[in-house]
T-cell receptor, first 113, second 116 residues
Framework: DSGVTQTPKHLITATGQRVTLRCSPRSGDLSVYWYQQSLDQGLQFLIQYYNGEERAKGNILERFSAQQFPDLHSELNLSSLELGDSALYFC????????????FGAGTRLSVL | AQSVTQLDSHVSVSEGTPVLLRCNYSSSYSPSLFWYVQHPNKGLQLLLKYTSAATLVKGINGFEAEFKKSETSFHLTKPSAHMSDAAEYFCVVSPNYGGATNKLIFGTGTLLAVQP
């Protein structure tokens, strides 16, 4: 168990809808990262938050947004969903420091029908 | 720009034989390199990491990797494969910008099959 909790485990929704994925980082970790794993794109970095502030952005669509709350949990919001958004979404967390060891949650599998 | 190339998409070995999963990296900075493993329907688990302390890195479950700067390689090895090693393995690079945490850049993965 990595200590990173993601909910829900599975999400099935329709095109055009909006969903929210939730992540609770390991106790004490200030950084949260979101990644998308799909068959055609592989594992891609989406966005990083550090202590409530956006720190780095990757290949995140404008329809997607994220935030990190004062209790350090994070949410990834996906809107106007398309079939191609079906993927496994991972959250990871890391402590402050140079080693950058990221611990991953079990992921949320999103199916857009 | 930083990137990693995993040279084999699939590797099949027999139980008890050595495992070699190949990875080459490209980085403008002195990188941090990692191997992660993903078992079916599971999250990603860190196997080992290289952060310039020693070129031969030992990880969990008997895996190790050697950082070779001259070859820009970071191949993953294990002397004797076990059935439970069957999984997908990802070589990962993270650029070092003065020690700050940063995004991970994943390779395309190598699916390891272990035959009885």
């Amino acid at each position: 168990d990595s200590g990173v909790t993601q909910t829900p485990k599975h999400l099935i929704t329709a095109t055009g809808q909006r969903v929210t994925l939730r992540c609770s980082p390991r106790s004490g970790d200030l950084s949260v990262y979101w990644y998308q794993q799909s068959l055609d794109q592989g594992l891609q970095f989406l966005i990083q938050y550090y202590n409530g502030e956006e720190r780095a952005k990757g290949n995140i669509l404008e329809r997607f947004s994220a935030q990190q709350f004062p209790d350090l949990h994070s949410e990834l919001n996906l809107s106007s969903l398309e079939l191609g958004d079906s993927a496994l979404y991972f959250c990871a967390s890391s402590a402050l420091g140079g080693e950058n060891i990221q611990y991953f949650g079990a992921g949320t599998r999103l199916s857009v029908l | 720009a930083q990137s990693v190339t995993q040279l084999d998409s699939h590797v099949s070995v027999s139980e008890g034989t050595p495992v070699l999963l190949r990875c080459n990296y490209s980085s403008s900075y002195s990188p941090s390199l990692f191997w992660y493993v993903q078992h079916p329907n599971k999250g990603l688990q860190l196997l080992l990491k290289y952060t310039s302390a020693a070129t031969l890195v030992k990880g969990i479950n008997g895996f190790e990797a050697e950082f070779k700067k001259s070859e820009t390689s970071f191949h993953l090895t294990k002397p004797s494969a076990h059935m439970s090693d069957a999984a997908e393995y990802f070589c990962v690079v993270s650029p070092n910008y003065g020690g700050a945490t940063n995004k991970l850049i994943f390779g395309t993965g190598t699916l390891l099959a272990v035959q009885p």
